[in-house]
């Protein structure tokens, strides 16, 4: 254990070092070549990133293991049966006519259509990433305008209950009794985020009438 522990030191100390290096060349870097520094940056960071794998190996092992079983004992099970079931709802008049229903709430607080509902109802219930995936669906219809969906984006795309409660509460901090308080805090952060943003974009749908 004392061994691992002292390798474990030791390749984080190269890692400090390289890093340096890396920090050092890039601010040493005459300025005249900074074009072929944005140009090879993509490549120097993944090859930063194959270093460290190669460095951590069997934390990148153990936490590659963590993500698939955490994908497929969790995330694939909660999220789809909401995929088939808002599948078959977007396919029918419904979306249409909570639209219609929510118009009057949607528009005054969000400033999107009542259609946004939906992206909405289906993102805090089934988590991401649904509410961008119906979001997408309802900009390719024409139900929603470009600048309407970037707002609906800010906030639909949440964290689904099973995920915050299951994995988070229970599975990383071992504390289910927080994973209401979470759950509560994690929607009401998106729906302040979707408030603030109700003011996004409206300088410039102003500019362009003005142009008009």
Same mark, same amino acid.
């Given at each position: 254990?004392?061994?691992?522990?002292?390798?474990?030191?030791?390749?984080?100390?190269?890692?400090?070092? &390289?890093?340096?290096?890396? *920090?050092?060349?890039v601010t040493l870097y005459p300025k005249s070549h900074i074009f072929y520094l944005k140009k090879n940056l993509i490549p120097l960071?993944?090859?930063?990133?194959?270093?460290?794998?190669?460095?951590?190996?069997?934390?990148?092992?153990?936490? @590659?293991?963590? /993500?698939?079983?955490?994908? &497929?004992?969790?995330?694939?099970?909660s999220l789809f049966p909401f995929f088939v079931a808002s599948d078959l709802l977007n396919r029918t008049n419904f979306i249409r006519?909570?639209? &219609?229903?929510?118009?009057?709430?949607?528009?005054?607080?969000?400033?999107?259509?009542?259609?946004?509902?939906?992206?909405? @109802?289906?993102?805090?219930?089934?988590?991401?990433?649904?509410?961008?995936?119906?979001?997408?669906?309802?900009?390719?219809?024409?139900?929603?305008?470009?600048?309407?969906?970037?707002?609906?984006? @800010?906030?639909?795309?949440?964290?689904?209950?099973?995920?915050?409660?299951?994995?988070? @509460?229970? /599975?990383?901090?071992?504390?289910?009794?927080? /994973?209401?308080?979470?759950?509560?805090?994690?929607?009401?952060?998106?729906?302040?985020?979707?408030? *603030?943003?109700?003011?996004? /974009?409206?300088?410039?749908?102003?500019?362009?009438?003005?142009?008009?």
């Amino acid at each position: 254990m004392l061994n691992y522990s002292r390798n474990q030191g030791e390749k984080l100390n190269l890692f400090i070092i &390289i890093l340096i290096i890396v *920090i050092l060349l890039v601010t040493l870097y005459p300025k005249s070549h900074i074009f072929y520094l944005k140009k090879n940056l993509i490549p120097l960071m993944c090859i930063t990133f194959i270093v460290c794998l190669i460095l951590f190996s069997k934390t990148a092992v153990e936490s @590659a293991l963590k /993500g698939i079983n955490l994908c &497929i004992n969790i995330v694939f099970p909660s999220l789809f049966p909401f995929f088939v079931a808002s599948d078959l709802l977007n396919r029918t008049n419904f979306i249409r006519a909570t639209g &219609i229903i929510l118009e009057p709430i949607m528009r005054p607080i969000f400033n999107v259509p009542g259609c946004g509902s939906f992206p909405v @109802a289906m993102g805090i219930t089934s988590g991401y990433p649904m509410g961008a995936k119906l979001t997408t669906d309802l900009r390719e219809k024409g139900q929603v305008s470009k600048i309407e969906g970037e707002r609906l984006l @800010a906030f639909t795309n949440n964290s689904g209950p099973l995920f915050i409660v299951g994995a988070v @509460a229970t /599975g990383m901090f071992k504390m289910p009794s927080i /994973g209401l308080f979470l759950l509560v805090s994690h929607i009401l952060a998106g729906l302040t985020v979707g408030i *603030i943003f109700r003011f996004y /974009g409206s300088k410039s749908i102003k500019s362009n009438k003005n142009m008009k």
